[in-house]
Antibody, heavy 118, light 110 residues
Framework: QVQLQESGPGLVKPSGTLSLTCAVS?????????WSWVRQPPGKGLEWVGQ???????NYNPSLKSRVTMSVDKSRNQFSLNLSSVTAADTAVYYC???????????WGQGTTVSVSS | QSALTQPASVSGSPGQSITISCTGT?????????VSWYQHHPGKSPKFIIY???KRPSGVSDRFSGSTSGKTASLTISGLQPEDEAEYYC??????????FGGGTKLSVL
């Protein structure tokens, strides 16, 4: 079955760019699904960050839209998240997930903790 | 976009039933039958348990059920078991190709 694995730096400096990658295994990133990012700041709830389709189409959370860029690499079967101008408020566990079109996110990565600190 | 409103906590005894509400607006829950629910145990990944308001993914216990009325979606867990103790989140389509989560509800099984 499909499995997802996030990777990337665990520490990012303020004003820097957070970059994460989600590797898809057991299935193709070119399947008819969206690929999403969700984050959870310490002690807070889940927040939808955005999603990308294998064609490169993207949808972003309006509150993050000016700082978020997502991309897909079909040759490596992975997708990525870039979040620029980060502050301490961007410290969170970041999850990647497969979104079954409009149904919901049925497969999740294990999550990766990213801290923003100097 | 503001987070959907969920009670911060609910509790129940083993064997009992509980219901968690998720209140949105006419721009999200009230306009689209596209609410999903997730169970989240600390330190683990969220688990997909309900989609399109009331449908269960394959493999999810029939003790979990969902419904929607107006701007409020609800998750009911019957026959509470100790392993049901977790945080529960609703998520709704919010129009313009965006999604929004609720603030989460901590379920305690006493």
């Amino acid at each position: 079955q499909v499995q997802l694995q996030e990777s990337g730096p665990g520490l990012v400096k303020p004003s820097g760019t957070l970059s994460l990658t989600c590797a898809v295994s057991g299935g193709s990133i070119s399947s008819s699904n969206w690929w999403s990012w969700v984050r959870q700041p310490p002690g807070k709830g889940l927040e939808w960050v955005g999603q990308i389709y294998h064609s490169g189409g993207t949808n972003y959370n309006p509150s993050l839209k000016s700082r978020v860029t997502m991309s897909v690499d079909k040759s490596r079967n992975q997708f990525s998240l870039n979040l620029s101008s980060v502050t301490a408020a961007d410290t969170a566990v970041y999850y990647c997930a497969r979104q079954l079109l409009v149904r919901g996110m049925d497969v999740w990565g294990q999550g990766t903790t990213v801290s923003v600190s100097s | 976009q503001s987070a959907l409103t969920q009670p911060a906590s609910v509790s129940g005894s083993p064997g009992q039933s509980i219901t968690i509400s998720c209140t949105g607006t006419s721009s999200d829950v009230g306009s689209y039958n596209l609410v999903s629910w997730y169970q989240h145990h600390p330190g683990k990944s969220p688990k997909f348990i309900i989609y399109e308001g009331s449908k269960r993914p394959s493999g999810v216990s029939d003790r979990f059920s969902g419904s929607t009325s107006g701007k409020t979606a609800s998750l009911t867990i019957s026959g509470l078991q100790p392993e049901d103790e977790a945080e529960y989140y609703c998520c709704s389509y919010a129009g313009s190709s965006t999604w929004i989560f609720g603030g989460g509800t901590k379920l305690s099984v006493l």
